[in-house]
């Protein structure tokens, strides 16, 4: 097997080779003039099975989306025998149902698209819903990373911490990273207004006074979510807040909102590369590569 890296996540890519001992081959890539994206491997792939590590987080995730595809086509086009694609962060999956009247489903266009390139299986990390892979047209699967995410905060030194996920959706999540943290784990109520995206969230029964609580969630976007919980936290006394996330987009002053609204720092993974990244993928998809090889 190679690793393909992508573009979008090289460093990513070279963590992933080291651990693994899989190697690499690495992507000249460029963006036109006009906008257009260029990829080239700069390898060889003949009679090879590739993984293709590439993130497809905002910003660019439209063209990051692309750059995957177009290293899908490369690749079977160099002779690889066998396309993973490796997606972190996977663009368009909480666009996953059709909630109104004339929407498409464009989780599964892009799947669709990403076939017709070439990819034969996909690997993500915490897709919103698992369900969605069900519908992708080869074998997809998705991991989770909060066990990772967890063993950050424990050494970190907040072993028994309260895990709170801050809808009953995520409560999976704050279940896995109970198992680890030892503490104790709940859920928030949350309800969401299809039209305008505005959320009302609600608690019930939880007993978070003078303790540490981690709040864990798949995808901080705009960090409403995040800051609604806190904000009830603080309301029921909790003593400190934290926030792990897989997924850490933290679109415009995201940060800057959740650290004001007292959460004393944001924990997310190279899903998506910035300022919260602090923990990487590296173990789990080099698991998962070493699975698949
Ligand atoms: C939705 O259910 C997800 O799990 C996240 O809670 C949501 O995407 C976060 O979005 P935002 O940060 O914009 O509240």
Redesign the pocket.
């Known amino acids: 097997m190679k690793i393909i890296a992508g573009p979008a996540s090289t460093a990513l890519s070279e963590a992933v080779s080291a651990q693994s001992n899989i190697p690499t081959v690495s992507v000249v890539s460029k963006t036109f003039p006009d906008g257009e994206s260029y990829v080239r491997l700069d390898g060889e792939v003949a009679g090879k099975s590739v993984a293709i590590i590439q993130t497809t987080c905002p910003p660019a995730q439209d063209s990051r989306l692309f750059q995957l595809a177009f290293l899908a086509d490369a690749a079977k086009r160099a002779g690889a025998i066998k396309v993973s694609a490796v997606v972190p962060y996977l663009a368009y999956a909480?666009q996953d149902k059709m909630f109104l009247t004339g929407e498409g489903l464009s989780v599964e266009t892009i799947a669709r698209m990403l076939k017709a390139a070439g990819v034969d299986e996909l690997f993500t990390v915490n897709i919103?819903s698992e369900q969605t892979l069900t519908q992708f047209p080869f074998p997809a699967k998705t991991v989770s990373a909060i066990g990772l995410i967890a063993d950050y905060f424990i050494k970190k030194g907040h072993q028994g911490a309260y895990a709170l996920a801050?809808?009953k959706?995520?409560m999976y999540i704050a279940q896995q990273a109970q198992s680890v943290l030892g503490g104790d784990a709940g859920h928030l109520n949350k309800t969401r207004d299809r039209h305008t995206g505005q959320t009302v969230q609600t608690a019930e029964g939880l007993n978070v006074k003078n303790k540490t609580v981690i709040i864990l969630?798949?995808?901080?976007?705009?960090?409403?979510?995040?800051v609604g919980a806190a904000k009830i936290l603080r309301e029921q006394g909790a003593a400190h807040i934290f926030c792990g996330c897989v997924h850490g987009l933290l679109i415009g002053d995201?940060q800057k909102r959740i650290l004001d609204a007292g959460v004393e720092e944001i924990v997310g993974t190279d899903s998506v590369p910035g300022p919260a990244s602090k923990v990487s993928l590296s173990p789990l998809i080099s698991q998962v590569l070493k699975g698949a090889n």
């Open positions: 909480r919103h801050p809808d959706g995520a969630d798949d995808i901080i976007s705009t960090g409403g979510t995040i995201a």
